[in-house]
């Protein structure tokens, strides 16, 4: 402790000047709130670097910063995308012990099998690896598309004895489905396969009776419900009547009543619901689970031969780290989850006196949300300048002195109206200046007060316990913006179509004081292509708190970003894929496990359908066209076409 202590007053003092000397590690880890949404694998080590513990409080950390500049110096350049394998791992592990705990705690009858949704991050890196590690738990799949069908029947390994074996991972086949889907999913019993087809629609009853008819296959089919419980927030909709998926009771009756008139009822074992993701108050799930419970018991006495009970997604992931049931976080957590579903379920079916069936959860985001971070570095900042002029004189413009005297007169007390009366003398700079009354140069001396006037008051309001309501908006009006080298779009897409929060925070200096306060711009050309919302422990922040740059790269994370983000990404701008690299704990540290490049910008051109080879010609023409004419030299042409050359083959980002 005191060697960490007396680091930082070391680097402290050479950079930032007197009140950073007080800034702790503390303090960075409360204004960042790494303990809330970080724990256990994220922490600060003394050398005010981010750390990672990839196996939890279980195993050993790393240098988050030492090893992206370790990456760098293998060029791998950013924005780069860390994969910990380990915490994969330890999510699946964590996950199936809730659920083993909560099956011992209440005494079910039953066992959990969950399954993995594999739209939320389909990498094929990442799928090998959850399957490797679900093993030990017949962690299973779960299909919402053909092509996600395709991956699973490669990725998960078939049983050795075909048919009903209960320590085999289960396949769950969701989502739209056609002839090819469903005989996909049929011959995969014949492989030792496990899947379930859950109907979303009628229709697809009459075709799986059909081709398993056909094929002589008996199928296991589930049905999903529509269930009148509704989720709150983004993905309220995901049920209720008006729900896209999924059957209505009088159409779950329907199916039944079509088995049964075929002699088939005993293929109905599963009931499934969704009711939305990321479900941040733990009284919907538990009302979910009471509605689905008696629909399954309902099932058994109608003569189904009910065997799974598979609750969905919705396990939400607490990104702002305040444990409330505000959007970005929740009020419950992994094990008040399995504990709920577990007692829930089981009251019900005692109370039926029906055997409780095998638990299936398909948890997404709370398995591969934690495994990813994006390590970006920041290019440059636009600092308003706050100085002001050294003196006014008295030939100066009415509005300029008028500012002047503002500034020189703000004082504790009457900074509020100080405030109201900069903002007015600006505004009237500007119509001044647009009738023709105000030279350029006077206009830039009246907006140089302005900001030097916001300056001083917000150095005042800094040391005040209140703000008046309409000061509060001063540090937004202040921050800077920071120059990121990422697209929002392809990094963080969900911010942008759904104002979803992600914990950024610089992955090094927070041992010192972080002075500025900023918002993160990205390479698009597009307004939107910015983060300005931010987490706080109440509501929303509109600026981060960051450190004024230096000579020396600056490295932000954005953490908590494996779910969703990557295939969501796009392209606008023609930014491709990031780097990607796995990381994997050894006896003897951290090693790379896998490096993906990211896309090159010949790559992202492929997309948009040309071809490298055509555009390189179509220069190298025009360039030895302008050599014969004289309007640029033989060096300068070849220089241009090395540099064409070379860009085709580079990453699209910034280097
Ligand atoms: C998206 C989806 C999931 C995953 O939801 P999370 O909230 O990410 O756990 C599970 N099941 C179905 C049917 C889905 O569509």
């Known amino acids: 402790m005191v060697n960490q202590i007396e680091k930082v007053n070391v680097i402290v003092a050479e950079t930032v000047p007197e009140v950073a000397k007080s800034w702790t590690l503390e303090d960075s880890e409360n204004l960042y709130r790494i303990q809330g949404w970080g724990e256990p694998y994220f922490s600060i080590n003394s050398d005010g670097h981010v750390t990672v513990s990839p196996q939890g409080d279980r195993g050993g950390s790393l240098d988050l910063f030492e090893l992206v500049e370790s990456l760098k110096q293998r060029n791998i350049e950013l924005p780069l995308l860390i994969r910990f394998s380990d915490i994969l791992a330890d999510r699946i592990e964590r996950l199936n012990a809730c659920f083993s705990k909560a099956i011992a705690r209440y005494k ?57 074996d209960d320590s085999q991972a289960l396949l769950i086949c969701n989502g739209y489905k056609d002839k090819d889907y469903i005989e996909t999913a ?57 729900a896209k998926f999924g059957l209505t009771i009088p159409e779950i009756i329907e199916v039944v009543n079509t088995l049964k008139n075929a002699g088939k009822l005993s293929i109905l074992q599963l009931l499934h619901f969704h009711i939305g993701s990321q ?30 009970l598979d609750v969905g997604g919705g396990l939400a992931v607490d990104y702002d780290g305040s444990k409330t049931n505000f959007y970005a976080s929740k009020n419950y957590n992994m094990q008040n989850y399995a504990n709920d579903i577990v007692a829930e379920v089981k009251e019900a079916c005692e109370e039926r006196n029906i055997a409780a069936p095998v638990l299936v959860s398909e948890s997404g985001r709370a398995i591969a949300s934690h495994q990813s971070v994006l390590i970006f570095n920041v290019l440059g900042n636009n600092n308003v300048s706050t100085s002001p002029p050294n003196s006014v004189p008295e030939k100066e413009h009415l509005v300029l002195r008028n500012l002047w005297e503002t500034y020189q007169n703000i004082d504790p007390e009457n900074y509020q109206e100080a405030y109201h009366d900069a903002i007015q003398f600006k505004e009237e700079a500007i119509s001044l200046f647009n009738f023709g009354y105000l030279s350029l140069t006077e206009r830039s001396r009246a907006e140089q007060l302005y900001w030097a006037c916001c300056h001083k008051i917000r150095e005042i309001i800094i040391n005040q ?79 981060l708190e960051l450190h004024s740059l230096n000579e020396k790269p600056y490295y932000l994370g954005m953490f908590l970003v494996g779910a969703y983000q990557e295939i969501m990404g796009n392209l606008h701008n023609l930014f491709g894929d990031t780097n990607v690299v796995h990381i994997q704990m050894t006896p003897k540290g951290p090693q790379i496990q896998y490096v993906v490049k990211g896309d090159t910008i010949q790559e992202v051109l492929g997309y948009v359908q040309y071809n490298p080879e055509d555009l390189l010609e179509k220069v190298r023409r025009r360039t030895e066209q302008a050599v014969q004419e004289h309007k640029i030299t033989l060096e300068q042409s070849q220089l241009l076409l090395e540099n064409y050359e070379k860009s085709l083959r580079s990453y699209t980002y910034l280097s």
């Open 108 to 164: 079910y009858p039953n066992s959990y099998r969950g399954v993995f949704p594999i739209k939320c991050n389909q990498h094929r890196h990442l799928v090998e690896a959850l399957v490797e590690y679900g093993k030990p738990y017949q962690f299973g799949l779960e299909a919402g598309s053909k092509p996600e069908l395709i991956i699973a029947l490669a990725a998960l390994e078939p049983s050795q004895n075909v048919k009903n």
């Open 186 to 242: 049929l011959l995969a019993t014949t492989l030792g396969h496990q899947p379930i087809i859950v109907i979303e629609q009628l229709s697809e009853l009459h075709i799986i009776l059909e081709i398993s008819a056909k094929l002589n296959i008996e199928p296991v089919v589930g049905v999903r419900a529509k269930l009148r419980s509704k989720g709150i927030g983004r993905w309220g909709s995901s049920t209720g009547d008006r």
């Open 279 to 308: 479900i941040s108050s733990i009284s919907v799930i538990k009302e979910a689970i009471r509605e689905a419970s008696q629909i399954y018991c309902e099932l058994v006495k109608l003569g189904a031969n009910m065997n799974y």
């Open 465 to 543: 316990e209140y703000v008046p309501d309409d000061l509060e908006d001063l540090e937004t009006i202040m921050s800077s913006i920071y120059y990121v080298n990422l697209s929002v779009f392809q990094s963080a897409p969900d911010f942008w179509a759904i104002d979803q929060l992600f914990p950024i925070l610089p992955i090094h200096r927070l041992n010192e004081e972080p002075t500025e306060r900023g918002i993160l711009a990205d390479l698009t050309c597009d307004s939107d292509g910015k983060l300005d919302k931010f987490i706080d422990l109440t509501d929303v922040k509109s600026f």
